[in-house]
């Protein structure tokens, strides 16, 4: 171990007498599958391209906590209710997780969550979509984290160390969150006329965002290429869209609800699944902030930012007072 240590610091200052050395040092890092830790030399865009992206998965789970949230005090039993509060503290924690990787790469939180506030930042499309039923909750954690795993667990093995450690932990969690809301929809599915007309109708509103959580078609995508040639990415957008399908389709049949896209059909000689166009303007609409919630989702986050300052001066200024007590008694 520490004889590659070795090698990889000699190689480290090697490259660095020649600038051109850099980058094909990193990319046969990368090649061989070696982990990118913090302190290692990176190109500025892979920094760049993972601020952006670990950043926005962060503001994602903090955004995704709103949907479900505003169900807590709804919920029809105590059982459903410890259920959803233990999801949306995991999604907190995820975030929290999240934000920690991205300052490892130079940047503060602070910076991170401003961006969030004054829209500059994105966030998953999918939170900017109402939830007016209890079936929502079902849906979101059938189908969004179900969506979410799928993108996720390829990042386990993300070329960036501190990033492919901390998705270990969340896709273990996620698997949680799918399988309770599959549960949900188990139970309304085949409870009465009235249930099982209500997760049909969540999964009308909600199918078709969740295609649109992989992001665009990889023909018109801006980042894939270069994320993949990072392995920061390891599957493409369009690659984990079909592997979703194939796995969700089986589960409506299974649940007796017909997803709601008349084009869907098997490929008996593909062996996969076809199934109709995705609204693409839609989509970049909700982008854009004109989805149906992006105002009301950040004007949420902003008043809950607002309302928790008190909290952040508090634990500064503890933090303050224990850095000057260890000094003191130093000294």
Partial sequence: MYTQELDVRGADAAAAADP???????????????????KEWMPERYRSMLIRQISQHAHSEIVGMLPEGNWITRAPTLRRKAILIAK????????????????????????????????????????????????DVGAIGWLV??????NQIP???????????????ICREESFHQRQGFDLMLHLARGTDEQKAMAQD????????AL?????????????GESQR?????????????????????????????????????NEAQQRHEFGPI???????????????????LAARRSAHAEGAWVREAASAHAAKQRLRATRHAA
């Fill in 20 to 38: 051109g050395m850099l980058e094909q040092h990193f990319l046969a890092r990368v090649d061989a599958e070696q982990k990118i830790e913090p």
């Fill in 88 to 135: 949306v503290q995991d999604e907190a924690g995820h975030g929290a997780y999240l934000y920690s990787a991205a300052e490892t790469l130079g940047v503060s939180r602070d910076e991170l969550i401003a961006q969030l506030l004054s829209g500059k930042a994105k966030y998953s499309s999918i939170f900017n979509y109402p939830t007016t039923t209890w079936a």
């Fill in 145 to 150: 984290d179900g969506a979410a795993i799928m």
């Fill in 155 to 169: 990042l386990c093995r993300c070329s960036y160390g501190p990033y492919a450690r901390a998705m270990v932990r």
């Fill in 202 to 209: 969540a999964l009308n509103r909600w199918w078709w965002p």
């Fill in 212 to 224: 649109m959580m992989f992001g665009p078609p990889d023909a018109t995508s801006t980042h894939s």
């Fill in 230 to 266: 990072w392995k920061i990415k390891r599957i493409s957008n369009d690659e984990l869209r079909q592997k979703f399908v194939d796995f969700t389709v089986p589960q409506a049949k299974f649940l007796g609800i017909t997803v709601p896209d008349p084009l869907l059909r098997w």
């Fill in 279 to 297: 609204d693409w303007n839609e989509f970049e609409q909700v982008l854009k902030g004109n989805g149906p919630c992006n105002a009301e989702r």
